[in-house]
């Protein structure tokens, strides 16, 4: 029944100097704005060849997304949180990511390898789910307080740590030291700045 609503559309450049990304990221029937993660993903797979937009997209795209809980636009502002040093502007999101894919200038499957990383770290933090118990007994603490503005940095930690370059204590050394700054921030009810 729903296969029947659908509605294709064909847009053909005519000129060198149209854009396939502009001209996607102003199309948009269904009056709901796309999401940054939208733009993001068809950014990084327009103009790949169909078999590598597909392998990218089975093998790293979809995979991500489920790790990430289909929070893909959260997920990439705290990823470049992470890789920049500094909060991409909430409106900007998508155009920090760009920049940053230029200037990185990474191979696309080296890129992609490590966007799943940290996914995998990502996950870790949504579901408490490293393979110690105290470093996921502080997740699930920090998950029920709801304090998502340190999840760049839990992603950061845990991204090292599935590295194999932090151990289990200094990973539950660093987060409690984390936690009991949360807990003294709200007990004396200061801003986090």
Known sequence: VSIQKLQVMVVNLNSPNDDPQLIFESLNSTGVD???ADKIRNYLLMNEKQEFQVSYFENYWEPIE???HFQLSSFF????TVRNKKYPNI???YETFTTFFVDNGQ???????ELSNYSYAYK????????NNKINEI??????LQVTVIRPFLMAVLHEYN??????????GIFSIFESYIARRMITKLPSN
């Open 139 to 144: 997740l699930k603490r920090f998950n029920e």
């Open 107 to 113: 191979e696309k499957k080296v890129f992609f390898d």
């Open 77 to 80: 502002r705290d990823y470049l």
């Open 91 to 93: 409106s900007k999101v």
């Open 163 to 172: 590295q194999d370059r932090l151990t289990d204590s200094d990973v539950v």
């Open 124 to 131: 870790q933090i949504l579901e408490s789910s490293t393979n």
């Open 34 to 36: 796309l999401t940054d």
């Open 66 to 68: 489920e790790r990430t």
